[in-house]
């Protein structure tokens, strides 16, 4: 079977291996929140959602929300779960902003920027039944701020990759 055919090749596991690295690193990098579990650890799967696609990305930035989490010992419990689907859902909005929109203007970029951005960081609200309303507006900011600081280091690689012709 060649390698065009068999999906999990060799280079595909090696690149979701290195990001989700990555994505662990990241996630040491702490920002100041009520759960202790809000760090830089999306950019490198928004980064590979980009630029590889979806299941890459989805892959490497629901391992680093789980490890970053589990590092402050899971402080929300299961509900690490949901969140982790919630950041799949973010990279694949971003990939769909950068790859279905015109690049006319980096039109794509920013509307792939705004939009993940804003979805992962008001996503405590989506939680609110579960999380409480306080926690959920308590931890609103923080979200905020480390989902933009996530997304802008990530656009800022693709785009200097995609100088490089790195990536496609």
Same mark, same amino acid.
């Given at each position: ?5 068999? =999906? ?45 696609? +979806? ?49 006319? =203007? ?51 690689? =693709? ?6 012709? +790195?990536?496609?």
């Amino acid at each position: 079977m060649s390698s065009k055919n068999n =999906y999990w090749n060799t280079k595909r596991v090696a690149r979701i291996a290195i990001f989700t690295s990555i994505a662990i690193l990241g996630s040491f990098l702490k920002l100041p929140s009520p759960t202790g579990t809000v760090a830089l650890d999306s950019a490198p799967g928004f980064f590979a959602a980009a630029a590889w696609g +979806y299941l890459e990305g989805g892959l490497v930035i629901s391992a680093g929300h789980l490890i970053s989490s589990a590092i402050v010992g899971f402080p929300l419990g299961v509900l690490h779960l949901p969140i982790a689907l919630i950041m799949i859902f973010a990279a694949a909005l971003f990939r769909a902003g950068i790859r279905k929109i015109p690049e006319k =203007y980096k039109l794509n970029q920013i509307t792939g920027t705004l939009t993940a951005g804003s979805f992962n960081g008001l996503a405590g609200i989506i939680l609110a039944p579960a999380l409480g309303w306080g926690m959920a507006i308590g931890i609103t900011p923080s979200l905020i701020v480390a989902s933009f600081i996530n997304v802008i280091v990530a656009i800022t690689v =693709y785009n200097i990759l995609k100088e490089t012709k +790195y990536i496609k």
